[in-house]
RNA sequence: GCGAGGGUUGUCGAGUGGUCAAAGGCGCCGGACUUAAGAUCCGGUUCCGAAGGGAUUCGUGGGUUCAACUCCCACCCCUCGCACCA
């Protein structure tokens, strides 16, 4: 073996060997089950970098331990092109963009005589799928290359078409109005990158909800249209201008009055537009009018905390719910409004209305906050935290009270769409998008929405569709667990989704060939394309055959072979061999992706599965990963920083940066990559390569007829502990806890193996180590491999499973007694400062053990009595507590399971007492003649056990070793490691008097932990 | 504001009711080895302690429990997403 692991030299090695011989090539092969997983596809507007090294490696390493697993495993892998910032990029080059050339140049690594030549779209794409293959290639991936594409590729984008046309048939691309971000004064959308001020900025839905005075409406947004039900009246700000307007949509034609700033952004929504006159407040206040949901008339009344560029300047007053609305009427009531015609009586007499149940609260909410906060008026700052304490109560725990009429008992939290669609529905209400702040656009314009008519939309809100996607998520794998009620949400929020464009790069929209493609199309079904991406690119399938017939039969069992192949030129038997590989692969057994693709890439994924192919096809699960950062910095493609996975190679080798990344974070959490952390991976991975081999130099090997010493006993029992955790961990994609018991907690057992003399079994250990590490690190592991004399690729090794047969629970035992017993030791040399001249070990009298064996018994007696470690799954699968659970919901759930967890632990508690204890140990004649110091040591069990698990005490005692006979055997071990003699004295030597113990320390001996007499120089 | 995740010992992070002063890595301190450095190995790393012990800790404040890092309530703080950008 090489004297020091020459990094690079090692690793081009290994890949070239998996190349030439082609071993991630994958073909379907009948009778072995197959693995097919994917990980999004990079967008070529840069390098990789760290972030994509994290998704991609953990997809590499999944692949891995699978194929180990005896799975046939494709792991393919394309390049993702369209839209529009690759087309961004160019122009930038083109313009020599300073910021870009540096960023490029210095952190993308691409050469400064190169950059400026990428000045098109199609030569960036040429550079960076070069680059991306190599990348891929030098970090170690196994993947299947004969099926890359990009997504501009001609027949990717006939396979595209195929996609759209076939989901047009099916009515789920639809004609629509969305709302943007807009300048008016560049009349265009403005990107975020356009933006001056307000990036931040969100679109906001308001609900408008139609007053109606004869014929003229005074449309109120809210944020909360259940409080419709509670108002008493509407507010106008007298300082306020107003202004009549004729609104137009469709059929309709209506009279509105809004305040002069929202006239100004109602000219962009989807109605016609037409100002009639200025109004003036004083002349509306006053005015009496129909609440259109609950037909009571109600007045308007006078407010200055109303503005005018705040929705439609209109507001409801609700004051039960309403702290603003209950202060002003309050203040109102003093005040006098005959200027207005409004009489005393008629503010007075107007009183709260309750819409929802809030806990603890009674009929006014809004009253009550007012009151415990002493808020004094409208214009007290503290009024803002009351309505924001009322909001998030209501919101969270409020349900609708009666007067909703048949919304009564809903939770507020889930009332908002369907509300608005019923008052949309009863011609009450409408929609209304304002930003969630001012934003402004780099040419200085305030911008506003507007809202674009006649687009075509993805029909994601069709309910239909949404239940499928519903369904297909509840049969997949969600890992980590947590996300699946994100996915839920965020199918939940999806609505339409604008699906064409006009800019970038992309295939042309086949039902409207004006538009193209937006590009989010491409990464949904994308990976049925590999499974016949390897005949596109070989030349069978050339573009002009990727016909609908043929494809409708490939991948939706539609149609015939022979309508098939005459449509596309090719031969049916052939056709039916690539539907069968198709067949073979699909559907996807795993996505594994970043979670910020969640709300996008990974939810559209499932929308268009489920809506095209057959429910045999839908995928099998997600899985989900965090961020990466940079030294605590976010990283950033086009502004840095940024780590590029080939310059991170370069630097410190694939297989460190692979282990590197996978234990910095666990799979959900963020990452953040550090120098400090991965120079640290370095010399493990060193440390990893010089301990094995001096395994392989020495040349230690089980002798045929040897046998196993405790020591070679008790490694082989840990190693299968490490074993089940690494299987569990990768199961459920923990990488990093993977990767401490694959790597760092075996070896600290291997050490102390080494350190106790064991060497028979190291060769065993060191190839289990090296198994358990090869998804990982790979490279390594396949040098050491056969430095360890294997001829076969590691990659096909099958990887450890757990053998029961070898754990040795009395070996652990045993040797937790030693360990224990020498930290004793070494802690009472430090603590009193004493160098040891000799030390004695006295093992315990037999009768405390048999005090312990009766309270084990007396426990376990009882039929009540559940190890510890049962309990939590007992209260789980008890019917009857889950039956109530179901009924009771909610956090009562817990207090019933912890009701349960009570008693039992109360019955195991009880039944170790120190009374029964006491009386069946002193029937005991053995224990009986210790008298006092029996009685003393019997306190102690009950309260040991009471205190703590008694699973400890069990394995003890079913271990059932002799304290003398394995001290005796380590002896030698203990006089090396403590530099002097060591004596042990077992009880019986003690009572005879035989013993040398001249402080009297032996009565201090317990179970598992003999007692200690250092004798100083 | 809404949704999701998170706040643990110098640091990165395990840990979901008892065996927890709390795994493992890193850093730091000390020792062994070495001509030396690195690597490697051993020990320590909240405080106190001349015998294996004790005290105080896990965002803040309350609560439940014989027992809480772990359960409940309230609050504070951090990260991410909130749409036509990939």
């Known amino acids: 073996m090489q004297e020091d692991y020459n990094i690079q030299e090692t690793e081009s090695k290994w890949q070239e060997k998996w190349r030439i011989e082609k071993i991630f090539e994958a073909n379907p092969e009948s009778g072995k089950e197959k693995y097919f997983i994917t990980i999004p596809f990079p967008y070529l507007n840069g390098n990789l970098h760290a972030g994509h090294t994290r998704t991609f490696t953990i ?38 963009d300073p910021t870009t050339m540096k ?98 900025a969100t679109l906001v839905e308001y609900t408008l909800i139609k007053f109606r005075h004869k014929d003229t409406i005074f449309p109120c947004a809210t944020l909360r249209p259940e409080t419709v039900y509670g108002v008493t009246n509407l507010w106008l700000n007298p300082e306020v201008s107003y202004v009549k307007l004729k609104m137009e949509k469709d059929e309709l034609e209506e009279y509105w009055v809004v305040s002069k700033e929202a006239y100004e952004k109602l000219l962009y929504t989807d109605w016609n537009v037409e100002f009639i006159e200025d109004m003036n407040a004083s002349d509306l206040i006053g005015l009496k009018l129909k609440n259109p949901a609950t037909d009571n008339i109600i007045q308007i009344l006078p407010a200055p905390f109303v503005r005018g560029n705040n929705g439609s300047g209109v507001v ?34 107007i009183k709260p209305i309750q819409v929802i149940d809030v806990p603890d609260y009674g009929e006014a909410p809004a009253a009550e906050v007012v009151a415990e906060l002493g808020v004094v008026d409208q214009k007290d700052p503290k009024a803002e935290e009351a309505t924001k304490i009322v909001y998030r109560r209501e919101f969270h725990g409020g349900t609708l009270k009666d007067i909703t009429g048949k919304y ?168 039916n061999k690539m539907k069968s590989e198709f067949n073979y692969w699909y559907p996807v057994d795993i996505r ?95 440390r990893f390569y010089t301990f094995v081999r001096q395994v392989v130099e020495s040349g230690c090997k089980i002798p045929e007829n040897g046998d196993k010493t405790h020591i070679d006993r008790w490694i082989e029992s840990r190693i299968q502990q490490y074993i089940r955790e690494v299987n569990i961990a990768f199961d459920s994609i923990h990488t990093r806890h993977a990767i401490q018991n694959a790597f760092f907690l075996i070896y600290n057992d291997i050490k102390w193996y080494h350190r106790r003399g064991g060497e028979q079994c190291l060769t065993e250990v060191v190839e289990t180590w090296t198994k358990l590490m090869a998804p990982f690190t790979p490279h390594i592991c396949e040098e050491v491999w056969s430095e360890l004399g294997h001829t076969e690729s590691i990659a096909f090794v099958p990887y450890p499973t757990e053998n029961k047969a070898l754990i040795d629970e009395a070996a652990e035992v045993a040797e937790n007694i030693i360990i224990k017993t020498l930290e004793d030791v070494e802690e009472i040399i430090r603590v009193a400062k004493i160098t040891p001249k000799k030390v004695y070990l006295y093992t315990t009298h037999e009768w405390r053990t048999l005090i312990l064996r009766k309270a084990a018994e007396i426990a376990l007696a009882s039929d009540e009595f559940v190890p510890t ?29 912890k009701e349960k967890a009570k008693e039992i632990t109360e019955a195991v508690r009880n039944h170790v007492d120190v009374k029964e204890l006491i009386q069946k140990s002193m029937a005991d004649p053995t224990i009986r003649s210790r008298g006092k110091e029996g009685q003393k040591y019997v306190q102690k069990v009950a309260n040991d056990i009471r205190g703590s698990s008694i699973d400890a005490v069990l394995s003890y005692l079913n271990a059932n070793v002799d304290e003398k006979q394995i001290l005796e055997e380590a002896k030698p071990f203990l006089e090396k490691e403590l530099g002097c003699p060591v004596e042990i004295f077992d009880a019986e030597e003690i009572d005879a008097g035989n013993a040398y113990d001249p402080e009297k320390k032996s009565r201090f001996a317990e179970p598992g932990r003999p007692a200690i007499y250092i004798e100083q120089e």
């Not at 994924?605 to 990466?628: C, R």
């Open 408 to 575: 009564k008992g809903m939770p507020v939290s889930k009332i908002k769409d369907r509300l608005t669609q019923d008052f949309i529905s009863q011609g009450i209400g409408s929609i209304f998008y304002e930003f969630s702040e001012p934003v402004q656009c780099r040419c200085g314009t305030m911008c506003v929405v507007n809202m674009v008519k006649g687009q075509w939309f993805l029909n994601y809100s069709n309910p239909e569709w949404k239940d499928k996607v519903y369904k297909c998520l509840s049969q997949m794998d969600v890992i980590p667990p947590e996300f699946r009620v994100e996915f839920e949400n965020k199918i939940d929020w999806l609505k339409d989704k604008a699906c064409a464009r006009t800019k970038g790069l992309g295939t042309q929209l086949p039902c409207d060939p004006r538009w193209l493609i937006e590009s989010l199309g491409d990464s949904t079904i994308y990976m049925s394309y590999y499974t016949i991406a390897n005949y596109i690119n070989d030349g069978t399938i050339t573009p002009e055959m990727m016909t609908r017939p043929f494809l409708d039969y490939l991948f939706l069992d539609v149609g015939t072979a022979e309508d098939a192949a005459a449509s596309s030129g090719l031969n049916a038997d052939l056709i």
């Open 869 to 897: 470690e049962e309990i939590a799954k007992g209260i789980r699968t008890d019917p009857e507590i889950m039956d109530s659970a179901i009924e009771t919901m909610g956090h009562y759930v817990k207090e019933d399971v």
């Open 59 to 96: 997809g590499d390493v999944i692949a891995r331990y699978k194929r180990m697993q005896g799975y046939n495993v494709l792991y393919p892998m394309g390049f993702h092109v369209t839209g529009t910032p690759i087309v961004g990029l160019a122009d930038l080059i083109r313009e020599q």
């Open 592 to 686: 594994s992706s970043g979670k910020d693709l969640v709300p996008n890439h990974l939810l559209f994924f499932l929308f268009h599965h489920v809506a095209l192919f057959d429910e045999s096809k839908w995928p099998k699960a997600l899985a989900v990963n965090g961020f990466v950062s940079l030294e605590g910095q976010k990283m950033s493609k086009s502004k840095g920083p940024i780590l590029t996975l080939k310059e991170a190679v370069d630097t410190y080798g694939a297989d460190v940066t692979r282990m590197y990344i996978l234990s910095a974070a666990e799979q959900a959490q963020d990452a953040d990559w550090r120098k400090e952390g991965i120079e640290s991976a370095r010399t493990q991975i060193g």
């Open 316 to 349: 409801m007053s609700v004051p039960a719910h309403a702290p603003y609305d209950y202060l002003a009427l309050r203040d109102l009531a003093k005040q006098d409004l005959t200027e207005y015609g409004i009489t005393a009586d008629e503010v007075q007499n």
């Open 103 to 200: 960023v490029y140049t210095e952190l993308h690594g691409i050469p400064k005589n190169i950059l400026p030549t990428l000045d098109e779209p199609e030569k960036i794409v040429d550079y960076f799928k070069v680059e991306a293959e190599y990348a891929m290639n030098i970090i170690g991936y196994s993947i299947d290359w004969r099926r890359k594409f990009t997504t501009m590729d001609p027949a990717f984008q006939k396979f595209i078409e195929w996609q759209y046309n076939n989901l047009y048939d099916k009515g789920l691309i639809v004609k629509g109005s969305h709302p943007v971000k807009w300048c008016p004064h560049d009349n265009n959308p403005v990107e975020d990158h356009d933006i001056l001020r307000g990036e931040e």
